[in-house]
């Protein structure tokens, strides 16, 4: 279990399997052999806490999450959201290449459609609305187009959801894996392993700080990270 950040301008290489950030600084001796360490800015293993385990001291804050046990059973390796809840990682700016992976488990409330969910709000001063890695649950509407089945999306603030929509579901209530990178100006979002969206169309926004289960306005995370 993870979520990590990396900064690609350092490696220029796309890495998956993983959630990233970015500095110099020296990296923790227990990171695990999976994670590269090369341009790592943060790692999140929610060991009992949303601590940096990186070395690198982007402790996130957290904002109602409770712990909860990961996609291995292991208790207290996880983050349980509410909707309402969330963590805040406070020096998380990301510069232009980057990767960002999580895995997620679902919890929505079926008497009542909210229609979008945010593990991942990608928060940037330079476009009008708030981007981020979404997914929506099976009634929700896209430009007044039905989606049948739950998707995992990229929103960059100002497209259409018609532009960042893709017809790959996931199954409701099981834990799946995401990793989304930007390189240049391409966006590559995957699913289990898959690539489900490669776009260069998508704006290439600033990202000023990541937020993790929740939204700065709205349609906040129902479910677990881990």
């Known amino acids: 279990h993870y ?22 600084n020296g990296f923790s001796q227990n990171i695990p052999s999976y994670i590269p360490t090369n341009g790592l800015v943060g790692w999140y293993p929610f060991n009992g806490n949303t601590n940096d385990e990186s070395g690198n001291g982007n402790d996130g804050v957290n904002n109602g999450g409770i712990l ?7 208790p207290s390796s996880s983050y349980y959201f509410d909707g309402n809840s969330g963590i805040d990682i406070p020096n998380s700016e990301l510069p232009n290449d980057f990767t960002i992976t999580f895995w997620f ?9 909210q229609g979008l969910y945010y593990p991942v ?12 890695i979404g997914v929506t649950d099976n009634l929700f509407m896209c430009d007044s187009i039905p989606i049948d089945s739950s998707v995992v999306f990229v929103f960059d603030g100002e497209s259409g959801c018609t532009n960042h929509m893709e017809t790959e579901y996931f199954t409701q209530g099981d834990f799946h894996f995401v990793s989304l990178t930007r390189q240049d100006t391409i966006y590559k979002l995957g699913l289990d392993g898959v690539t489900i ?29 881990d």
């Not at 979520?3 to 110099?24: A, G, R, S, V, Y």
């Not at 909860?68 to 292991?74: E, Q, V």
């Not at 488990?105 to 459609?113: E, G, H, I, M, V």
């Open 68 to 74: 909860d046990s990961d996609k291995d059973g292991n």
């Open 105 to 113: 488990k679902t919890d929505f409330d079926t008497t009542t459609s």
């Open 3 to 24: 979520i990590w950040f990396n900064n690609l301008e350092l490696m220029k290489t796309i890495i998956t399997l993983t959630i990233i950030l970015i500095t110099l």
């Open 197 to 225: 969206i490669d776009d260069s169309t998508l704006n290439s926004f600033h990202i000023n700080k990541i937020q993790i289960g929740r939204r700065m306005i709205n349609w906040g995370f129902r479910g677990v990270i």
């Open 121 to 132: 709000e990608l928060f940037s001063d330079s476009v009008p609305d708030f981007p981020g």
